[in-house]
């Protein structure tokens, strides 16, 4: 308020200034454009209170805001860019960007400013000047913007990450010279891990470099993973780039159908996938044995960007709907439909282009948008545009089950008073008429009684459109003629009249009366007629003139002696031409004998068609789709690659320690996909089997089903990421042998690329790669050898595991006659299963405490002491050690095996959203549970990723269905922000897959949580021999056993390959057995130790038969769901 | 993207010039008329119509349209949010608030911070209090840090939000969209349903979540609990804000709340005719049918209405034709009517069209779909918030067809 009085005064003085529109002076702004005035502003720039210097900086934007020029301020402005006060500051930076271009000697003045600014420890102040420092568009600092913009690409803060990656476009429009160096800069930015950037720089991608397209394979996944989190701007940006991404990457999912219907050149499919099958094992192979299967990455896109169908900002809902109409298998396209229409309750410039791509898509999909067909009704407030638009939908919806209703609807339409909307209808009813031949008829009657209505444009419109549906068929319709020849005398409208003379002329045989009077009456009226309606008069009299030359020959001599003395050239030239195509005359030649061919020819009718027709090769939703017309930096959407281009492209290289730094506030949420894209573990599970590899490229779910990723690999890794260490000395001591042995699996493994991408996307999310320029094979083998620790792991696991089994077998083999003594010796113990169980219970706690000190020697006491977190030192160890303790082979019979395949498939518990930054998950770590053998083992990995401490963190609560016991771990008494801690609990789930609901407490919250256990970890492995096993499923038969037939598919033909599915899918032991086909397994509840066996039988070919015995029938029937769903493709 | 941005009012002035813009306001003959997407040789314009105001953007190169018509109707909605109103003096008044608000929302055309949680962070809505305090301490609108917000993945949410009560508001409004023929029978009905709420972290149910046909998201709702257990989870912004928006289906049978009956005739050659509109409630399920207003697009060529109602008031516009009778509460004994004649130009034709009735009215204490928010829990708070929920059921797009 200070300033006020002083230029309050002022101005009432110079009375020049322009009216004061803004009484209160913090708000508005007083201006005037006298130059005079100009001098207190700067005045008040030059003082030392910010107060004034704030108050002339808000006058200033005022006169900027109201198009007056400010630029001779710009000296006494660009000084204040220092000010402390954050107000004038940011208004500093308004008006210099403004400026900056036309006064750039001056500009420079600040840019040390700035560059001050770039160093400032607040991220907002950093963020800030690298915005300003790139909008000024001085090319002599282009030097200092690059480097700025390349600085600030590693800045710790992501918003600032995210102004480098706003700056890269513009400093692009300033000199494109620099698109190499900042193209580095966007493959920097694009592989950032937050999705505050993800943004902003897949849009400076977009702007820069949109034919770079190789730079999106290795963050391909990250950003299908990461989408959901992005703010909704972004969202749109990067699906428009996934969708074209997806075009040039993945096959087309209607391939087939397309090979069914009218496309007879993609028929050459087959016998390209033929050839390319040679030079691409991997891909090719795939498509071709299978008729079609979708890349999972493509999948993966589908399925990420569904959700967002529920967004709230119709521009995303638009991009999801573009991206599905393009790619989806035809099946599920119809899901867009509905969010579409929703949009059509907002805003009216939301309709208008929601509509218009609606249009396009309702020519294609018909069927998608038919049950919503009433949603595009008509009201009479509707904007016009609005209108036409639904008319065009309601026109391509129509077919012959709804045309009755629809066309009651337009019946309702053709009474409106907006005239140009019944135009459009009564078009309408013409396009549903010629679509729909069994309406035809109706159509036309409907048109012909409109032929009577009053006003005068329904009339000519109606005119028009019988005009063209005559032409299809017009010899049963000469009433129509006839009454239209009428209509020459009332009908004023210009287009009508000439469509009336048209079709007189055209069908003159069916009227041949009328014929020569219509035309006597024009002859008449010739002079005072439209132009288009002369062209036609003189058309209707040349026809005339040769079907029924005694009775018009006079007429037409007049008609065409007026036409010649005519204002227009084009009706003069009209006349002489046809004068002389007509009369006979002696000069003229041969032409003159077929003049009637040439005037009355068969003339195809016309086709009513779509104005949207064919508009779909513009990528929906786009600026061009709307207009019909490329625009400028329209990016074409390429069209679906005969065959698919590598996709191991998309692998990532992993890293097996996480990245130090990590986003502020955010740890570990790169690891995890969105909470709203899982599904609950059973889901996932059905989901996984049906498409395999896209689940696991999902990578959230932890990497064991696939079929050689290793458990043991896995919690290595966490361990070593949970306690920061370096990798430790014993990978890395294994890596020589397991070099060697890479080589000869290098074959198998390409045949196994596919179910290793999912180990390998399992570490998409945890490693900081730094995607290299390297070549795609190149990278492949990196990729490989990256990946070595973990085929240390298979190797370790596999080794451990043949060696097991050998042992295993070979004590089987040699106690066969000796159990076969024991089974006599005890009977009783075979007929029940109880036995094995009561026998296995000091096994198994015998072997945990044998695990601790394990653990407590090995050097992993950085890891928390859980028995799951070094299973692979145990298993290895522990079979030794069983030996060393010189078990006797029969006790080994019934010994509780610890699982070679344990599932570390890892299920969220709680969400870092929902827990304020805890965030919780677990695993069913197939160990045996200590302290109550009847429980299931759940290790839960604590992690905080809050600011603050999370204290006393206890299971509190429970409210668990009878038969479900609990057992908690011990409180932990304080997670420090960023550290993690695991645990395991043990829950007894009464052999049922109930979950288990219990609340998890910190000293502040509790948090409502349940678990819930897929069927097979509610087993424990049992070692028996194969003749134990037939004894017992034996007695198992009837309603204890279920049978099914399955095919395996075809990466599931190997022994291994079946048997780690099952192990997989359940904590199973393998039987040996001599037969080739055959593959058994057993296992026994754990809480009741009820036995069930799993038999696979393969016949010949691909079929198999399974066959699952358990007495708990419930336990039985899923069992068998899971491992025919674990060996689906 | 978006290369600029005008704001231009009906009678086309404001801050710059626009000719193409002009030309095809000119051309339509209706405000809401012009196309939302005009091309011109160099640029492409993208405009919205909000409260007389057109917001329109100069665009350069390819961009989703959609994308630059949400991203107004954003701008718009701010500018709604921190002036109260979206006005043309508004605006005027706080043009340096607007630039500083632009300059926030939009960097390089690219959408920046839209989240009105955020940009109330960085720049303070103006209010009276503010302006004399500022003005006397010489603190500034401007928010010194980064809004924390804007880091996180829960943009919609502050960091630190203290309440000196902690309530959770929720807000059932149902729209009943419907059609109805001449003859009286219902050609489309639909029911659009709006959860509006206010803070706290909470988790809402609702009775019957098949009933929804279609619904949309605030981005704080969990999904993933929507999918599997139909609950709806979520960390709600401060202060207003729209939860979810539902659709019913036109399958499942939608209850139409009046009926109208109507004779609107106009007799041939007598330049006169009869206009008798009777309104009533059915199917209310016990409610009142309160603040029904009924609108009438007469055709051209009435000149006047000289009607008597036996409730309310009615008014006529002559320029647009226009009849709005506001009938208020509707009580069953005694059912309002809207009586009388019509006056036409003399010699005119008699109007082909007859006009459709457009009807608003509201029913307090019920959501007509049968909707219900059956419990409301809320988590992370040691005191018990205080919690309401309350049902609106509202006339939509409802037209009755004559």
């Given at each position: 308020m200070s300033a006020s009085p002083a230029y309050g005064e002022e101005k009432g003085g110079s009375g020049l200034g322009e009216p004061e529109y803004g009484h209160d002076p913090a708000s508005g702004g007083?201006?005037?454009?006298?130059?005079?005035?100009?001098?207190?502003?700067?005045?008040?720039?030059?003082?030392?209170?910010?107060?004034?210097?704030?108050?002339?900086?808000?006058?200033?934007?005022?006169?900027?805001?109201?198009?007056?020029?400010?630029?001779?301020?710009?000296?006494?402005?660009?000084?204040?860019?220092?000010?402390?006060?954050?107000?004038?500051?940011?208004?500093?930076?308004?008006?210099?960007?403004?400026?900056?271009?036309?006064?750039?000697?001056?500009?420079?003045?600040?840019?040390?400013?700035?560059?001050?600014?770039?160093?400032?420890?607040?991220?907002?102040?950093?963020?800030?000047?690298?915005?300003?420092?790139?909008?000024?568009?001085?090319?002599?600092?282009?030097?200092?913007?690059?480097?700025?913009?390349?600085?600030?690409?590693?800045?710790?803060?992501p918003y600032v990450r995210k102004t480098a990656a706003h700056a890269i476009p513009k400093l692009y429009s300033l000199d494109s010279d620099q698109k190499d160096q900042l193209i580095e800069v966007i493959e920097k930015l694009l592989s950032d891990k937050t999705t505050l950037v993800a943004g902003s720089v897949v849009m400076a991608f977009e702007e820069v470099c949109p034919e770079r397209i190789d730079l999106i394979h290795k963050n391909y996944r990250k950003l299908c993973n990461l989408l959901i989190d992005v703010e909704e701007w972004g969202q749109v940006v990067i699906i428009n780039m996934l969708t074209r991404y997806a075009r040039t990457q993945f096959l087309s999912p209607n391939q087939n159908e397309s090979l069914l219907e009218e496309n007879p050149e993609k028929a050459f499919y087959g016998s390209e996938e033929e050839d390319a099958k040679e030079d691409k094992p991997d891909a090719a192979s795939l498509v071709k044995r299978k008729p079609y299967v979708m890349d999972p990455d493509h999948r993966l896109l589908l399925r990420n960007t569904k959700p967002l169908l529920q967004s709230r900002n119709a521009a995303v809902v638009m991009a999801v709907a573009q991206l599905y109409f393009h790619l989806a298998p035809k099946a599920e396209v119809g899901v867009i439909a509905k969010a579409l229409v929703r949009l059509l309750r907002s805003h009216s410039e939301v309709q208008y282009v929601v509509l218009q791509n609606v249009a396009t898509m309702s020519i294609k999909r018909r069927g998608m948008f038919e049950p919503y067909l009433k949603s595009f009704y008509i009201r009479s407030t509707d904007p016009t545009q609005i209108k036409i638009l639904k008319l065009e939908v309601l026109t391509n919806l129509a077919n012959e089950t709804n045309i009755s209703t629809i066309l009651r609807?337009?019946?309702?339409?053709?009474?409106?008073?907006?005239?140009?909307?019944?135009?459009?209808?009564?078009?309408?009813?013409?396009?549903?008429?010629?679509?729909?031949?069994?309406?035809?008829?109706?159509?036309?009657?409907?048109?012909?009684?409109?032929?009577?209505?009053?006003?005068?444009?329904?009339?000519?419109?109606?005119?028009?459109?019988?005009?063209?549906?005559?032409?299809?068929?017009?010899?049963?319709?000469?009433?129509?003629?006839?009454?239209?020849?009428?209509?020459?005398?009332?009908?004023?409208?210009?287009?009508?009249?000439?469509?009336?003379?048209?079709?007189?002329?055209?069908?003159?045989?069916?009227?041949?009366?009328?014929?020569?009077?219509?035309?006597?009456?024009?002859?008449?009226?010739?002079?005072?007629?439209?132009d288009i309606v002369k062209l036609q008069v003189i058309n209707l009299a040349a026809k005339l003139y040769l079907t029924n030359s005694k009775q018009s020959k006079l007429l037409t001599q007049y008609?065409?002696?007026?036409?010649?003395?005519?204002?227009?050239?084009?009706?003069?030239?009209?006349?002489?031409?046809?004068?002389?195509?007509?009369?006979?005359?002696?000069?003229?030649?041969?032409?003159?004998?077929?003049?009637?061919?040439?005037?009355?020819?068969?003339?195809?009718?016309?086709?009513?068609?779509?104005?949207?027709?064919?508009?779909?090769?513009?990528?929906?939703?786009?600026?061009?789709?709307?207009?019909?017309?490329?625009?400028?930096?329209?990016?074409?959407?390429?069209?679906?690659?005969?065959?698919?281009?590598?996709?191991?492209?998309?692998?990532?290289?992993?890293?097996?320690?996480?990245?130090?730094?990590?986003?502020?506030?955010?740890?570990?949420?790169?690891?995890?996909?969105?909470?709203?894209?899982?599904?609950?573990?059973?889901?996932?599970?059905?989901?996984?089997?049906?498409?395999?590899?896209?689940?696991?490229?999902?990578?959230?779910?932890?990497?064991?089903?696939?079929?050689?990723?290793?458990?043991?690999?896995?919690?290595?890794?966490?361990?070593?990421?949970?306690?920061?260490?370096?990798?430790?000395?014993?990978?890395?001591?294994?890596?020589?042998?397991?070099?060697?042995?890479?080589?000869?699996?290098?074959?198998?493994?390409?045949?196994?690329?596919?179910?290793?991408?999912?180990?390998?996307?399992?570490?998409?999310?945890?490693?900081?790669?730094?995607?290299?320029?390297?070549?795609?094979?190149?990278?492949?083998?990196?990729?490989?050898?990256?990946?070595?620790?973990?085929?240390?792991?298979?190797?370790?696991?596999?080794?451990?595991?043949?060696?097991?089994?050998?042992?295993?077998?070979?004590?089987?083999?040699?106690?066969?006659?000796?159990?076969?003594?024991?089974?006599?010796s005890e009977p009783e113990s075979k007929r029940r299963p109880t036995p094995p169980s009561s026998k296995a219970a000091p096994k198994a706690t015998r072997k945990g405490t044998k695990e601790i000190s394990l653990l407590d020697l090995d050097d992993f006491t950085t890891a928390p002491p859980q028995p799951a977190s070094s299973p692979s030192v145990v298993s290895t160890s522990l079979v030794t050690d069983l030996e060393g303790l010189s078990l006797t082979d029969t006790s080994l019979a019934s010994t509780l095996l610890s699982p070679t395949f344990s599932a570390v498939r890892t299920h969220e518990l709680l969400h870092r959203m929902a827990g304020e930054g805890l965030s919780v998950e677990y695993c069913f770590s197939r160990q045996p549970f200590v302290p109550d053998p009847h429980m299931v083992a759940v290790h839960i990995q604590f992690s905080n990723s809050a600011e603050a401490e999370v204290k006393g963190l206890r299971v509190c609560a429970p409210r668990l269905l009878p038969g479900i016991r609990l057992q908690e771990f011990p409180e932990i008494e304080s997670l420090?922000?960023?550290?993690?801690?695991?645990?395991?609990?043990?829950?007894?789930?009464?052999?049922?897959?109930?979950?288990?609901?219990?609340?998890?407490?910190?000293?502040?919250?509790?948090?409502?949580?349940?678990?819930?256990?897929?069927?097979?970890?509610?087993?424990?492995?049992?070692?028996m021999s194969e003749n134990e096993f037939k004894k017992e499923q034996g007695k198992l038969t009837g309603m204890s056993e279920i049978t099914e037939k399955l095919t395996l598919p075809d990466q599931c033909q190997s022994d291994q390959a079946i048997v780690q599915r099952v192990m997989v899918a359940a904590n199973v032991s393998r039987v040996p057995c001599g037969a080739d086909h055959v593959y058994r397994f057993a296992a026994k509840t754990v809480t009741s130790g009820s036995l069930v066996l799993i038999t696979l039988e393969r016949k010949d070919g691909a079929r198999a038969q399974l066959t699952v015995n358990s007495e708990k029938m419930v336990i039985g029937t899923m069992l068998v769901q899971d491992v025919v769903q674990a060996l689906a493709p | 993207?978006?290369?600029?941005?005008?704001?231009?009012?009906?009678?086309?002035?404001?801050?710059?010039?626009?000719?193409?813009?002009?030309?095809?306001?000119?051309?339509?003959?209706?405000?809401?008329?012009?196309?939302?997407?005009?091309?011109?040789?160099?640029?492409?314009?993208?405009?919205?119509?909000?409260?007389?105001?057109?917001?329109v953007s100069v665009i350069q190169t390819e961009v989703p349209p959609l994308f630059v018509i949400e991203f107004l109707h954003r701008v718009a909605d701010t500018f709604q949010d921190y002036f109260g109103e979206c006005s043309e003096t508004a605006i005027k008044d706080n043009v340096v608030i607007v630039y500083e608000l632009l300059e926030e929302m939009l960097d390089n055309g690219f959408p920046l911070a839209t989240e009105s949680n955020i940009l109330k962070e960085l720049i303070k809505p103006p209010t009276i209090l503010r302006s004399v305090v500022n003005s006397i301490t010489g603190s500034s609108n401007m928010g010194?840090?980064?809004?924390?917000?804007?880091?996180?993945?829960?943009?919609?949410?502050?960091?630190?939000?203290?309440?000196?009560?902690?309530?959770?508001?929720?807000?059932?409004?149902?729209?009943?969209?419907?059609?109805?023929?001449?003859?009286?029978?219902?050609?489309?009905?639909?029911?659009?349903?709006?959860?509006?709420?206010?803070?706290?972290?909470?988790?809402?149910?609702?009775?019957?979540?098949?009933?929804?046909?279609?619904?949309?998201?605030?981005?704080?709702?969990?999904?993933?609990?929507?999918?599997?257990?139909?609950?709806?989870?979520?960390?709600?912004?401060?202060?207003?804000?729209?939860?979810?928006?539902?659709?019913?289906?036109?399958?499942?049978?939608?209850?139409?709340?009046?009926?109208?009956?109507?004779?609107?005739?106009?007799?041939?050659?007598?330049?006169?005719?009869?206009?008798?509109?009777?309104?009533?409630?059915?199917?209310?399920?016990?409610?009142?049918?309160?603040?029904?207003?009924?609108?009438?697009?007469?055709?051209?060529?009435?000149?006047n209405m000289n009607l008597t109602s036996t409730q309310g008031s009615y008014t006529f516009d002559p320029v647009l034709k226009v009849i709005t009778w506001d009938v208020g509460k509707i009580t069953p004994q005694k059912l309002p009517n809207l009586k009388g004649t019509v006056n036409l130009q003399a010699g005119a034709p008699k109007p082909e069209e007859n006009p459709s009735l457009n009807i608003q009215f509201k029913i307090q204490q019920l959501a007509i779909s049968g909707l219900k928010v059956n419990r409301l829990d809320m988590y992370g708070e040691k005191y018990k918030p205080f919690k309401g929920v309350k049902y609106i059921t509202k006339a939509g797009k409802f037209q009755v067809r004559t």
């Open positions: 007083i201006f005037s454009s006298d130059y005079k005035r100009h001098d207190d502003l700067k005045e008040m720039l030059d003082s030392n209170k910010d107060s004034l210097k704030l108050e002339a900086m808000k006058r200033i934007v005022a006169m900027i805001a109201r198009g007056k020029n400010a630029s001779d301020l710009f000296p006494a402005v660009v000084k204040n860019v220092a000010c402390k006060n954050i107000e004038v500051k940011k208004l500093v930076y308004v008006y210099l960007v403004r400026y900056a271009e036309e006064q750039q000697d001056l500009a420079l003045l600040s840019i040390s400013t700035f560059q001050r600014g770039l160093k400032d420890p607040n991220q907002l102040i950093r963020a800030s000047a690298l915005r300003v420092l790139s909008s000024i568009r001085v090319p002599i600092i282009v030097p200092i913007m690059m480097l700025a913009i390349k600085e600030a690409a590693s800045d710790m803060s609807e337009f019946q309702t339409y053709i009474r409106s008073m907006d005239k140009d909307f019944v135009a459009a209808t009564i078009q309408a009813i013409g396009r549903c008429a010629t679509n729909i031949g069994k309406v035809r008829d109706t159509c036309l009657n409907g048109l012909v009684q409109l032929l009577s209505n009053r006003d005068e444009l329904v009339v000519a419109e109606s005119v028009v459109v019988i005009k063209k549906l005559l032409q299809m068929q017009p010899s049963q319709h000469s009433e129509i003629i006839k009454h239209m020849a009428k209509l020459t005398d009332n009908i004023q409208v210009p287009m009508a009249r000439a469509s009336i003379l048209w079709l007189i002329g055209e069908y003159c045989e069916h009227v041949p009366k009328m014929a020569p009077d219509v035309l006597r009456k024009m002859a008449k009226s010739f002079t005072g007629e439209e008609v065409l002696n007026l036409a010649k003395y005519d204002q227009n050239y084009d009706i003069r030239d009209r006349a002489r031409f046809i004068r002389q195509l007509i009369v006979p005359t002696e000069k003229s030649g041969v032409l003159n004998k077929y003049a009637k061919k040439l005037f009355l020819a068969q003339k195809p009718a016309p086709i009513l068609e779509s104005s949207f027709k064919d508009r779909d090769h513009f990528q929906l939703g786009s600026l061009s789709h709307l207009l019909n017309t490329k625009a400028v930096g329209y990016q074409e959407l390429p069209d679906w690659p005969d065959e698919a281009p590598d996709p191991s492209v998309r692998n990532v290289e992993e890293e097996t320690s996480f990245p130090l730094e990590s986003h502020i506030g955010l740890l570990g949420e790169h690891r995890e996909v969105p909470e709203w894209t899982k599904c609950t573990s059973r889901e996932k599970r059905k989901e996984k089997v049906e498409k395999p590899f896209y689940s696991d490229s999902e990578g959230e779910s932890g990497p064991t089903e696939s079929a050689d990723s290793e458990p043991e690999s896995v919690s290595e890794s966490e361990s070593e990421s949970g306690s920061g260490s370096s990798s430790s000395s014993g990978s890395g001591s294994d890596s020589g042998s397991q070099g060697a042995e890479s080589g000869d699996r290098s074959e198998e493994r390409r045949k196994k690329k596919k179910g290793k991408e999912g180990p390998r996307k399992a570490f998409l999310d945890t490693a900081g790669s730094n995607p290299s320029e390297e070549e795609e094979e190149e990278q492949g083998k990196k990729g490989k050898r990256k990946k070595k620790p973990q085929h240390e792991g298979k190797g370790d696991s596999g080794s451990s595991w043949e060696e097991g089994s050998v042992s295993e077998s070979s004590s089987s083999e040699s106690d066969s006659g000796s159990e076969a003594e024991e089974s006599q420090a922000p960023g550290d993690t801690a695991s645990v395991v609990m043990g829950i007894d789930f009464s052999d049922s897959t109930q979950a288990a609901n219990f609340q998890l407490c910190t000293h502040s919250r509790q948090f409502y949580v349940s678990i819930q256990p897929p069927v097979g970890e509610l087993l424990a492995p049992v070692f | 993207m978006i290369h600029s941005l005008f704001l231009i009012n009906c009678s086309g002035e404001m801050f710059l010039e626009c000719d193409y813009f002009f030309e095809a306001q000119e051309k339509a003959t209706d405000v809401e008329n012009v196309p939302p997407v005009i091309s011109t040789p160099h640029h492409y314009l993208i405009s919205i119509y909000r409260d007389k105001i057109f917001f010194e840090t980064l809004p924390t917000g804007q880091l996180s993945n829960i943009p919609w949410r502050r960091a630190v939000v203290k309440y000196t009560n902690n309530e959770a508001y929720f807000d059932v409004i149902e729209e009943i969209d419907a059609i109805i023929d001449k003859s009286g029978s219902t050609v489309f009905a639909e029911i659009q349903g709006v959860n509006h709420g206010k803070p706290s972290c909470a988790i809402g149910q609702i009775n019957n979540p098949r009933l929804l046909d279609d619904v949309s998201f605030h981005p704080c709702i969990r999904f993933k609990r929507w999918e599997s257990e139909r609950v709806l989870s979520f960390i709600p912004p401060d202060g207003n804000f729209r939860l979810i928006s539902y659709r019913v289906s036109s399958q499942n049978l939608v209850a139409i709340p009046v009926y109208v009956k109507h004779i609107i005739s106009f007799k041939e050659n007598s330049s006169s005719g009869r206009f008798d509109v009777t309104i009533g409630p059915k199917q209310n399920m016990g409610k009142t049918v309160e603040g029904v207003i009924v609108t009438v697009h007469m055709p051209k060529a009435v000149l």
